[in-house]
């Protein structure tokens, strides 16, 4: 179909406008087809961009080397353009709209000459689902079409429950790398020195220029999923949050569903199919990043996966850390800024041996271990379809969702933070939510490893003012007849004093998920210690036998530091100031009761 035939003439004037400014060679409409697929790793190849892996090793998959001045989100290139600037909040980068426009169309001009213009309609959430929302991408990347093949639903199917007047969030994307008649291609496109990734919240559109990686170029994941949909939920009475979903089942054969909120390669799709350690449990997944959720009629909080594959921190993915990880990414597969062998597989940190000689890195040059520099970049990805998992939840396409007991937040922290604690209510859990705070990682470029307040795991995500977003969720937890999930604070990265980290995590963090299942059917103080900051486990309804923690090292994780509670106060006093009039007064009221609980 050409795109001149479209029904939906928002949908065909919008094209034909972005084609007059961004003077395309050529504009297709994806299908979403097999063949299609097919046919664009083709054409990466022949570019350059992709090279097939070993078809014994990783059958029907390949690889891909950024450039490396674009390797990872970029949060200070990221906007919020709101008609207004405290609608964005202090926690945005913001510009005005208008003239955010006049750059952006200044650089979108010409910017696809010489190349395809691909239009790609996609479903987050099952296509024609009540709680799944449409977007188009236009694109002048084959590699995000493939990609955006294996993370959404993609194609025909998807114009047709758009119908003629359906809404769609329109998402513009270029590299950024015009071409002139006869001039070769680059293997990675880009314009790395001038990228914008730019979101309109009131218009619901996006604009992103100059990157080809990940939630950069991906539109339909951090841009839509959580930025233009945030913006949404808070206008229709919903959530779109920066969770993980899993399903957990006890050995009577009980199930209930978790959602958890951790930064940036914080350990979000190792939860989501974690094998448990402890025996007669079960881990299954539903998503491993964005959840978006609401309460129905019957008052039960349900979430779905809006998502269909799974793009995951590579480094530090094994048979051991995630053997459902590793199944699921291998075939049908694409992998960028990993290394990769002389027998053409994939190589990683931590893939659980050592590279084989003659092993070429992310950047295509040989890799020495003895050098210090990895061989896949730290924020190389695999982008892996979800029906793959061998663990996949059989209700992860439900339309509907599946009923969420508990809310776990988490984050990095070498100290303070114990290893799991829970909240007194649900304003109190909101509270444990907008404290976070977490170490940096490689997937954001920046600074590795510096300690900042990363609220709900949104603090690069959230499409609107911060102060409003924490109002949000209080409000939706007042909601009369709601049954309110239980929110938890959980902390694998606790250090000891040699640095090194104190909780095993992976498979044993079931034993916490055993922890949370019960502490959801008990009541009061059942298996549980009162604190200042909350409810811990008390040490015999934690699960710990057959693990090799010292008491001194159980006393860390297990107990609450009230010095250094107090010791954030200040800071997180000094944090919620920074939102001013736009912060809840609930959440005020919470941080002077912890402050009194800590002080009596
Ligand atoms: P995004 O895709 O960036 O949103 O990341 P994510 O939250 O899904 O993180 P992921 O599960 O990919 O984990 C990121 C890093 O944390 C990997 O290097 C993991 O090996 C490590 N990690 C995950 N779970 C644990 C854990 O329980 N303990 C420890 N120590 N490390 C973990
Ligand atoms: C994240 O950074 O949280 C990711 C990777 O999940 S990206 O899609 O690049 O945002
Ligand atoms: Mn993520």
């Known amino acids: 179909?050409?795109?001149?035939?479209?029904?939906?003439?928002?949908?065909?004037?919008?094209?034909?406008?972005?084609?007059?400014?961004?003077?395309?060679?050529?504009?297709?409409?994806?299908?979403?087809?097999?063949?299609?697929?097919?046919?664009?790793?083709?054409?990466?190849?022949?570019?350059?961009?992709?090279?097939?892996?070993?078809?014994?090793?990783?059958?029907?998959?390949?690889?891909?080397?950024?450039?490396?001045?674009?390797?990872?989100?970029?949060?200070?290139?990221?906007?919020?353009?709101?008609?207004?600037?405290?609608?964005?909040?202090?926690?945005?980068?913001?510009?005005?709209?208008?003239?955010?426009?006049?750059?952006?169309?200044?650089?979108?001009?010409?910017?696809?000459?010489?190349?395809?213009?691909?239009?790609?309609?996609?479903?987050?959430?099952?296509?024609?689902?009540?709680?799944?929302?449409?977007?188009v991408e236009i694109s002048d990347s084959a590699y995000?079409?493939?990609?955006?093949?294996?993370?959404?639903?993609?194609?025909?199917?998807?114009?047709?429950?758009?119908?003629?007047?359906?809404?769609?969030?329109?998402?513009?994307?270029?590299?950024?790398?015009?071409?002139?008649?006869g001039q070769a291609d680059v293997p990675w496109p880009c314009d790395k020195d001038r990228k914008y990734i730019v979101h309109f919240p009131e218009e619901r559109a996006?604009?992103?220029?100059?990157?080809?990686?990940?939630?950069?170029?991906l539109l339909g994941k951090k841009c839509f999923a959580l930025r233009i949909a945030s913006a949404m939920a808070r206008d229709q009475g919903w959530l779109a949050e920066h969770m993980l979903i899993l399903g957990i089942t006890n050995p009577e054969g009980r199930k209930k569903y978790i959602a958890a909120a951790f930064p940036s390669?914080?350990?979000?799709?190792?939860?989501?199919?974690?094998?448990?350690?402890?025996?007669?449990?079960?881990?299954?997944?539903?998503?491993?990043?964005?959840?978006?959720?609401?309460?129905?009629?019957?008052?039960?909080?349900?979430?779905?996966?809006?998502e269909a594959g799974f793009f995951g921190v590579a480094p530090g993915t094994s048979e051991?850390?995630?053997?459902?990880?590793?199944?699921?990414?291998?075939?049908?597969?694409?992998?960028?800024?990993?290394?990769?062998?002389?027998?053409?597989?994939?190589?990683?940190?931590?893939?659980?041996?050592?590279?084989?000689?003659?092993?070429?890195?992310?950047?295509?040059?040989?890799?020495?271990?003895s050098s210090g520099k990895p061989g896949a970049h730290p924020n190389a990805r695999f982008t892996a379809p979800a029906k793959a998992c061998p663990a996949i939840d059989p209700e992860w396409e439900n339309p509907d969702g599946v009923p969420i007991s508990a809310i776990l937040f988490g984050g990095r922290r070498a100290t303070v933070v114990p290893l799991v604690h829970e909240a007194f209510s649900w304003p109190h859990g909101v509270f444990m939510g907008s404290i976070v705070a977490s170490e940096t990682t490689a997937a954001a470029a920046g600074t590795l490893g510096r300690l900042r307040r990363d609220p709900f795991a949104m603090l690069p995500f959230c499409g609107y003012n911060m102060g409003d977003y924490f109002g949000h969720w209080l409000e939706v937890g007042a909601r009369p007849g709601a049954w309110l999930p239980k929110f938890f604070y959980v902390n694998w990265f606790r250090k000891g004093s040699d640095?090194?980290?104190?909780?095993?995590?992976?498979?044993?963090?079931?034993?916490?998920?055993?922890?949370?299942?019960?502490?959801?059917d008990a009541t009061g103080t059942e298996g549980a210690e009162r604190t200042p900051i909350g409810f811990l486990p008390s040490r015999k309804a934690l699960e710990l036998e057959g693990l090799d923690l010292s008491e001194s090292m159980l006393d860390t994780l297990l107990s609450v530091d009230r010095e250094a509670w107090k010791a954030e106060l200040p800071s997180i006093?000094?944090?919620?100031?920074?939102?001013?009039?736009?912060?809840?007064?609930?959440?005020?009221?919470?941080?002077?009761?912890?402050?009194?609980?800590?002080?009596?």
């Open 144 to 181: 995000v079409v493939v990609n955006m093949h294996i993370m959404a639903r993609v194609g025909i199917q998807v114009l047709e429950a758009l119908g003629p007047e359906g809404d769609f969030v329109p998402c513009l994307h270029s590299v950024g790398k015009p071409l002139a008649p």
């Open 206 to 217: 996006i604009w992103s220029y100059g990157s080809g990686y990940g939630g950069n170029a």
């Open 1 to 135: 179909m050409k795109t001149d035939d479209l029904r939906h003439e928002r949908l065909r004037t919008w094209i034909a406008e972005m084609a007059g400014l961004c003077e395309p060679a050529e504009i297709r409409l994806c299908d979403g087809s097999p063949a299609e697929y097919d046919e664009l790793c083709g054409r990466l190849v022949a570019s350059g961009t992709f090279r097939p892996l070993s078809q014994a090793r990783k059958p029907h998959s390949f690889y891909a080397n950024s450039d490396p001045g674009d390797v990872a989100r970029v949060e200070d290139r990221t906007f919020i353009c709101s008609k207004r600037r405290e609608d964005a909040g202090p926690t945005n980068n913001w510009a005005e709209p208008s003239e955010m426009k006049r750059i952006l169309r200044g650089l979108f001009a010409g910017s696809m000459r010489g190349r395809t213009m691909y239009v790609i309609p996609y479903s987050m959430g099952p296509i024609g689902g009540a709680l799944s929302k449409i977007g």
């Open 573 to 600: 006093a000094e944090y919620y100031a920074s939102f001013g009039e736009r912060m809840p007064k609930g959440l005020s009221a919470e941080l002077d009761a912890l402050r009194e609980r800590l002080e009596g």
């Open 499 to 520: 640095g090194s980290f104190l909780w095993p995590g992976y498979g044993e963090n079931s034993r916490i998920l055993k922890w949370v299942f019960e502490r959801c």
């Open 320 to 369: 051991s850390s995630n053997p459902n990880a590793m199944a699921s990414l291998n075939r049908d597969s694409i992998f960028t800024n990993c290394a990769v062998t002389p027998e053409n597989d994939i190589w990683w940190e931590g893939i659980g041996s050592p590279a084989p000689p003659w092993t070429i890195d992310w950047q295509g040059k040989l890799y020495d271990a």
């Open 265 to 306: 390669a914080c350990g979000k799709t190792n939860l989501a199919m974690l094998i448990p350690t402890i025996p007669g449990w079960k881990v299954e997944t539903v998503g491993d990043d964005i959840t978006w959720m609401r309460f129905g009629q019957d008052g039960q909080l349900r979430a779905i996966n809006p």
